[in-house]
């Protein structure tokens, strides 16, 4: 028996393969392109990174791509359901997955209201000469908590919440438009906008004075880095997070596709279009660092901040006070992190509102409208007081580190070896593709991504034990 759909009404679904592929693309793209990527890589061997980020695209990225979209497409539902359909048993796995995004969403959604908050600041350069003490003390008003001020300060409710509150309503918005009206239509206008914006933001860093000396930290590769373990993990790591593989996102989106739908082809643009993306990012944050190192009179390994919410909301707003037409830049940077980020909280969403629209029955409607306010108020309350952003890089790490890789594993692990389930799926993706899936992948999804895998799973579990 091949068909395994229940008597529910028709699934929703993109209205064709461009919308899908800007909507996998879309979601793809996003924090972690802009303010990840470039860290990570400069903390990982700089240049010498791009050979584990390579290799874990190609033997993990696209391997573990493939898979959730041979899940989604051949079981047609969210990770809950598509994984009950696989084996009645692994339902779990795909609430474990629903659970991870719920997780990121919370964050996710602050990161961008603080976006938001900052693209507004560019254009009077609100943030003065103490970027670090603005962003921690004046709009998050942590210095005060911490010497004892208040866990709740009124100042911090319109800077922080109105954003924030904004990102929730236009979020549920989007999703309560439904898979083609509203998902692919945001896509459909936001990612070119993104990558309009960026491509400008772009051209104009890599002409700043001292932008080559930026390229240089980032691109002059390390060698020895090759043998650490923790740079081929971080390397792993940053692929599945960048490319929403492995949590449920790409099942989701491969679910609303047609019956007689291309997925490999399209997986592949998908791919390469987001490393992409992710390189522009590097070249585009370091050649802008090279500047502000430049007109410090130091170098650029000397600068505070290159990684996380500092380089976003620290460092670079530093860059945008010292630059020729400087609120232009800042506009730009922080709208394209704005929209990047909203592209992929859309999709983190979805496979909430899926998940609990397939178990209760509900409508569109409801689930969206009723995860909606809970992920709203829980992300308000959390992150209109310091406990949230205190929490943040726990939260991050135990999600990115250690959930998604665990779920990466016990996929491969269950699907692969316990259910043998490999030739049928492969079966499956090369019946609708234009390009069949040939032997290797079984070799990546059975034997390198969980070995791999498993072994960094287990040191990140060790390191933060110890
Ligand atoms: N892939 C996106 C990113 O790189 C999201 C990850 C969906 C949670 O930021």
């Known amino acids: 028996a091949t068909s395994t759909h229940d008597t529910q009404p028709p699934?929703?679904?993109?209205?064709?393969?461009?919308?899908?592929?800007?909507?996998?693309?879309?979601?793809?793209?996003?924090?972690?392109n802009i303010w990840r990527f470039p860290g990570v890589a400069y903390e990982n061997g700089g240049g010498a990174f791009m050979v584990p980020y390579v290799i874990a695209l190609l033997t993990?990225?696209?391997?573990?791509?493939?898979?959730?979209?041979?899940?989604?497409?051949?079981f047609r539902g969210g990770p809950p359901t598509a994984l009950r359909r696989a084996k009645s048993w692994l339902e779990t796995l795909?609430?474990?997955?629903?659970?991870?995004?719920?997780?990121?969403?919370?964050y996710y959604a602050a990161i961008i209201a603080w976006a938001l908050s900052f693209f507004v600041y560019s254009f009077d350069l609100r943030w003065g000469d103490d970027t670090a003490g603005f962003f921690t003390g004046e709009y998050l008003q942590l210095s005060d908590t911490a010497n004892g001020g208040p866990w709740f300060s009124l100042d911090f409710v319109p800077a922080v919440l109105i954003p924030l509150l904004l990102v929730w309503v236009a979020t549920i918005a989007v999703l309560a438009g439904g898979i083609a009206k509203g998902i692919e239509k945001a896509n459909v206008i936001f990612l070119p906008l993104l990558v309009v914006a960026f491509a400008v933001l772009v051209v104009r860093a890599v002409f700043l004075d001292g932008a080559g000396d930026g390229?240089?930290?980032?691109?002059?590769?390390?060698?020895?880095?090759?043998?650490?373990?923790?740079?081929?993990?971080?390397?792993?790591?940053?692929?599945?997070?960048s490319l929403?593989?492995?949590?449920?996102?790409?099942?989701?989106?491969?679910?609303?596709?047609?019956?007689?739908?291309?997925?490999?082809?399209?997986?592949?643009?998908v791919a390469f279009s987001n490393s992409g993306f992710e390189m522009l990012a590097g070249i585009g944050v370091f050649a802008a660092l090279g500047f502000l190192a430049h007109e410090q009179g130091i170098a650029v390994g000397e600068l505070e901040g290159i990684t996380g919410p500092i380089l976003s909301?620290?460092?670079?707003?530093?860059?945008?006070?010292?630059?020729?037409?400087?609120?232009?830049f800042g506009a730009?940077?922080?709208?394209?992190?704005?929209?990047?980020?909203?592209?992929?909280?859309i999709s983190i969403l979805q496979v909430v509102s899926a998940g609990?629209?397939?178990?209760?029955?509900?409508?569109?409607?409801?689930?969206?409208?009723?995860?909606?306010?809970?992920?709203?108020?829980?992300?308000?309350?959390?992150?209109?007081?310091?406990?949230?952003?205190?929490?943040?890089?726990?939260?991050?790490?135990w999600s990115n580190n250690i959930g998604i890789v665990a779920s990466a594993v016990l996929m491969c692990i269950f699907l692969i070896w316990v259910l043998r389930m490999g030739p049928e799926l492969r079966y499956h993706l090369t019946g609708v593709s234009t390009f069949p899936v040939g032997r290797w992948w079984y070799i990546c999804v059975g034997a390198i991504v969980p070995a791999v895998l498993a072994y960094m799973l287990v040191s990140r579990i060790v390191d933060l034990v110890q």
């Open 11 to 32: 699934r929703e679904q993109f209205t064709g393969q461009v919308g899908f592929i800007l909507s996998a693309i879309g979601s793809a793209i996003g924090l972690g």
């Open 60 to 74: 993990a990225g696209i391997p573990i791509l493939f898979l959730d979209y041979a899940l989604g497409h051949r």
């Open 94 to 106: 795909g609430w474990f997955q629903v659970m991870i995004c719920f997780v990121i969403a919370i």
């Open 215 to 241: 390229l240089n930290a980032l691109f002059t590769p390390d060698w020895g880095a090759l043998g650490d373990p923790n740079v081929w993990i971080a390397a792993y790591g940053q692929i599945f997070f």
């Open 244 to 269: 929403s593989v492995a949590f449920g996102i790409m099942i989701t989106y491969s679910s609303y596709r047609k019956r007689k739908a291309n997925l490999t082809s399209p997986g592949l643009v």
């Open 313 to 328: 909301f620290v460092t670079f707003p530093a860059v945008v006070s010292q630059m020729p037409a400087g609120p232009l």
């Open 332 to 345: 730009l940077f922080f709208g394209a992190l704005a929209m990047a980020g909203f592209t992929s909280l």
């Open 356 to 397: 609990i629209q397939e178990k209760f029955g509900l409508t569109r409607r409801q689930a969206v409208t009723g995860l909606g306010v809970v992920a709203g108020v829980v992300s308000v309350v959390g992150f209109s007081t310091t406990t949230g952003l205190i929490a943040l890089d726990t939260i991050d790490n």
